[in-house]
Nanobody
Framework: QVQLVESGGGLVQAGGSLRLSCAASGRTFSSYGMGWFRQAPGKEREFVAAINVSGDRTFVPDSKKGRFTVSRDNAKNTMYLQMNSLKPEDTAVYYC?????????????????WGQGTQVTVSS
């Protein structure tokens, strides 16, 4: 089992940047494929990015490619999401998730553990 804690959210102006972190407990972080999702009020949870166990494969949807970058540091049991050129429509609660699948996956149902989320608010 793994516990996940997100941090790094906050209020930022449009065009700004934020780096989210997802700290995992336990010694098996490197065994989990990891992902980022977000959910805005009144909307469904949306896939943001995923990374495989070793960190050499990532997947970011075209709608966010070039602005969002996912990475991980297995020695620190931490995953990151670097977000640049933020837009008001990026406002949401951002969640990290862990899957026993070792590759990159984008379906929420395939993730086994979730953090509590961190709020990101982008002002215009």
């Amino acid at each position: 089992q793994v516990q996940l804690v997100e941090s790094g959210g906050g209020l930022v102006q449009a065009g700004g940047s934020l780096r989210l972190s997802c700290a995992a407990s336990g010694r098996t972080f490197s065994s989990y494929g990891m992902g980022w999702f977000r959910q805005a009020p009144g909307k469904e949870r949306e896939f943001v990015a995923a990374i495989n166990v070793s960190g050499d494969r990532t997947f970011v949807p075209d709608s966010k490619k070039g602005r969002f970058t996912v990475s991980r540091d297995n020695a620190k049991n931490t995953m990151y999401l670097q977000m640049n050129s933020l837009k008001p429509e990026d406002t949401a609660v951002y969640y990290c998730a862990a899957s026993t699948y070792r590759g990159v996956i984008s379906t929420p149902a395939d993730y086994d553990y979730w953090g509590q989320g961190t709020q990101v608010t982008v002002s215009s």
